[in-house]
């Protein structure tokens, strides 16, 4: 997938949706971009404490409505990429979810080579029916060690 900027003020489609591919961000770029509404800081400072909780310090992936410019999101859509998932990282990370991501608008996933299925594919579907999938939703990598 091809890897993008966004400005400041990034260019969303005539839908809302940011431009196909992924979009990187350190997490003070993103907090800026896109917690611009007090309901959008307290989504991020949700989906923060999840991944504090779990231990999690790699790269995460945002998308979903939080990523759009839809003011006012109804949860928070996070997939983490883990190159190395330990059973103790994941025993932590269902247990922040269910503490933490249910209650506060956190919808958290993991995405790893053993697993069967990549919810970032998900979150890059514009629209899907009977006769096709049509991709095109960009998707931002919020990059773990980058301010």
């Not at 611009?36 to 310090?57: I, S, V």
């Amino acid at each position: 997938m091809a890897t993008a900027s966004i400005p400041a003020r990034a260019p969303f489609d005539e839908k809302g949706w940011l431009p196909p591919g992924d979009h990187r961000f350190s997490w003070r770029a993103f907090r800026q971009r896109f917690a611009h509404t007090p309901w959008r800081a307290q989504l991020l400072d949700a989906a923060q404490a999840l991944l504090r909780a779990a231990h999690f310090t790699g790269a995460v992936y945002v998308g979903g409505s939080f990523v759009t410019a839809k003011p006012e999101p109804g949860d928070i859509d996070i997939v983490l990429d883990c190159k190395r998932m330990t059973p103790r990282f994941v025993e932590m990370f269902f247990a922040a979810q269910d503490t933490l991501g249910k209650v506060r608008g956190v919808d958290a996933h993991l995405a790893h080579a053993a697993l069967p299925w990549d919810m970032r594919e998900l979150f890059r579907i514009k629209a899907m029916d009977d006769y096709a999938v049509v991709r095109g939703i960009g998707l931002v990598c919020v990059e773990a060690g980058r301010r």
